[in-house]
């Protein structure tokens, strides 16, 4: 059965409030819910962690995945859960409050890397502590570490707006700030998810941001490391 996906109409990302739910499937290690506010794995992002209450139980939520359904994987369990019962739910907001602002920096480096040297966006993986980038250029000598760090701290200084909408694929293809290919993208997909960052970016993001840039701490390179022809990984903390 599919999951409603909660997190996707909720914006900002940060604060996650706590949401009840009905369970449709359970076994040893993993619960299935009609809806969830858990943000699933996905484009980089880890998935959210927390801790689900039923009438007669209660547990961890260690990690989620979507396939057709979502997978709440759990730990520590005391009680029985059963199909029908009613849970609530809440998110670990200081896990998800670091993972959005990560996740919204990621936003802000490609998009930067992309308009100072053309650069696309190959890989990320989003992490608490540390997230890198991979980026594809056409001229990687022409990368400054500093010069990027210092681009993106100036758009946290500036506190553009992040917002959320829901955009048809046609009118992205023709929107000049969208600065993926969406020829890359899925095709089955008509509308889309959008975040949009000042006038600096236009990205379909299924993903968990901050509300404003300036909610994001300043940023830090830590390390550059080569990754083959034309790519560089670049990895950042937040400070
Ligand atoms: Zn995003």
Redesign the pocket.
């Known amino acids: 059965m599919m999951t409603k996906l909660l997190h996707l109409e909720q914006h900002p990302g940060v604060n996650p409030n706590s949401f009840k739910s009905t369970i449709t499937s359970v076994s040893d290690d993993r619960i299935e819910l009609q809806s969830t506010g858990y943000y699933p794995q996905g484009?980089g992002?880890p998935a959210d962690k927390g801790v689900m209450v039923g009438t007669d139980f209660e547990c961890k939520v260690v990690d989620v995945r979507k396939r057709d359904s979502v997978l709440h994987y759990i730990t520590d369990m005391s009680g029985t859960p059963n199909v029908g019962d009613q849970v609530e739910c809440t998110i670990d907001t200081l896990w998800r409050n670091q993972l959005s602002a990560m996740?919204?920096a990621?936003?802000l480096f490609s998009a930067l890397a992309n308009e100072e040297w053309g650069a696309q966006t190959v890989g990320n993986q989003i992490g608490f502590d540390r997230t890198r980038i991979d980026l594809q250029f056409e001229n990687r000598d022409a990368f400054e570490a500093d010069y990027m760090s210092d681009m993106v701290n100036l758009a946290i200084e500036d506190n553009m707006s992040v917002k959320m909408d829901f955009r048809p694929s046609q009118e992205l293809i023709k929107d000049p700030l969208v600065r993926i290919n969406m020829d890359r993208m899925p095709p089955n997909i008509d509308v889309w998810r959008t975040?949009s960052i000042g006038d600096l970016d236009v990205?379909p993001?299924?993903?968990?941001?901050v509300l404003q840039t300036g909610d994001i701490p300043p940023v830090e390179i830590t390390r550059v490391k080569s990754k083959g022809a034309g790519r560089l990984r670049i990895e950042y903390i937040l400070n």
């Open positions: 484009g992002q996740h919204t990621q936003h975040i990205c993001c299924a993903g968990t941001h």
